[in-house]
């Protein structure tokens, strides 16, 4: 049974950082995409950055690109995002998702992943 934990969302200023984990265990596939995702009030859930399994492909959406970076380890079962240059308009509920047998990550539509964490929340206000 497939099982994501996220953690490390926060308060934050304008201009901060934070690195948000997800702990992924239960999984076993020859390959997968994970992603992270997000919803702010009033929002549709978007997809944030996915990437592969083997991190052949990777998926940044356009108001991210430049300031946040996913990456992988693989000995901790762990997906991060970390966030740099952090604004209000990134505030929203974050969360990790997979889907089993997905070899490419540029699409990183949340109705393509089947298994969720309960996410995270994350705020950037003055």
């Known amino acids: 049974q497939v099982q994501l934990v996220e953690s490390g969302g926060g308060s934050v200023q304008p201009g901060g950082s934070l690195r948000l984990s997800c702990v992924v265990s239960?999984?076993?596939?020859?390959?997968?995409?994970i992603g992270w995702f997000r919803q702010a009030p009033g929002k549709e859930r978007e997809g944030v950055s996915c990437?592969?399994?083997?991190?052949?492909?990777?998926y940044y959406e356009d108001s991210v690109k430049g300031r946040f970076t996913i990456s992988r380890d693989n000995a901790k079962n762990t997906v991060y995002l970390q966030m740099n240059s952090l604004k209000p308009e990134d505030t929203a509920v974050y969360y990790c998702?997979?889907?089993?047998?997905?070899?490419?990550?540029?699409?990183?539509?949340?109705?393509?992943?089947?298994?969720w964490g309960q996410g995270t929340q994350v705020s950037v206000s003055t």
């Open positions: 239960g999984l076993s596939a020859d390959y997968y995409a």
């Open positions: 998702a997979t889907e089993l047998y997905v070899a490419i990550a540029t699409h990183c539509r949340f109705d393509e992943y089947s298994y």
């Open positions: 990437i592969t399994s083997t991190d052949g492909d990777a």
